[in-house]
């Protein structure tokens, strides 16, 4: 048997396993208008390789969110969509990391950097900022997490076991950072599916996981080995009580191996909560 055809039963396994484990939860709520002010947010790892990077700006641009935060930046990327998205989005920071480690966020109002950290046990930064909008200011946390692989970067059903301890680790150090009188939204490429460990640890917080409430069938990530095209949910947003999500989607556009996910906020209220069989 070949690598590659290692790397590809690897691949089926794992993302087997993962699937194995992910359950159908409550019903579907339904999409909802906001009420009052309102603010979106977009979560993109947009592959810091750089293919076809005006795919991938027209999908930034298309799907309008008021912040954007990208996963694996560059300072190529820097210089690529800082000019472009400059008169969309006159508030920008990024920060570089080694590799895949950077991270960038757009913003319709102004936004300011609270805390850029390395969680002892991960491979990246996750990057705490407070963002101006029309609700008031939100803390809004963008991570990526340590993805399924071994420490020579191969996947493998002993990687993606041990990792899932890793991912556990560095959220639980992660969102301690964040300031719980605030509104809180976790986003970004956390490496593992709904009913993992990262994105449980912030459900017993009190978080919300906004794609699971209004979608639990799209992917947003998808990767070819070989012949076989393996797709996953990899890119999560979570939000705090004192937020409402009206809305929350995958943009199937741009030429990442991931998808970005949308999603509409409002201050929390009465709202009553409608719900479909979906």
């Known amino acids: 048997m070949t690598g590659s055809q290692t790397a590809v039963r690897s691949w089926c396994a794992l993302l087997a396993l993962i699937a194995a484990g992910t359950g159908c939860g409550r019903p579907l709520r339904q999409p909802q208008d906001p009420r009052g002010a309102h603010f979106s947010v977009l979560t993109y790892n947009i592959n810091y390789g750089g293919r076809l990077a005006g795919v991938s700006l027209a999908a930034i641009i ?12 560059s300072p190529a990327w ?5 000019p472009r998205l400059k008169s969309k989005y006159p508030h920008c920071l990024f920060r570089h990391g080694r590799g895949a480690g950077g991270m960038a966020v757009f913003s319709r109002w102004a936004v300011r950097q609270v805390a850029w950290h390395k969680p002892r046990a991960g491979w990246f930064h996750g990057w705490v900022l407070r963002a101006g909008t029309p609700a008031g200011p939100v803390q809004i946390l963008s991570v990526h997490l340590r993805p399924p692989l071994g420490e020579n970067g191969r996947p493998g059903l002993g990687a993606m076991r041990r990792t899932r301890g890793v991912r556990l680790a560095e959220i ?13 939204i976790v986003l970004g ?3 593992e599916e709904d009913n993992g460990r990262a994105v449980g640890h912030m459900v017993a917080q009190g978080f919300t996981n906004a794609l699971a409430e209004f979608d639990r069938r799209s992917d947003t990530w998808y990767w070819r080995a070989g012949p076989v095209l393996l797709n996953r949910r990899f890119d999560h947003v979570l939000y705090s009580k004192q937020l409402n999500c009206c809305r929350a989607e995958v943009i199937r556009a741009g030429a990442s191996d991931h998808l970005p996910v949308r999603a509409l906020f409002e ?3 009465d709202r009553k909560t409608g719900i479909t069989d979906g």
């Open 189 to 191: 490429d956390f490496n």
């Open 62 to 73: 298309g799907a309008d969110a008021d912040v954007v935060c990208l996963q694996e930046t």
């Open 172 to 184: 639980v150090e992660l969102e301690k950072m964040l300031d719980p009188a605030m509104p809180r």
């Open 267 to 269: 201050k929390s209220g």
């Open 78 to 82: 820097e210089r690529y969509l800082r």
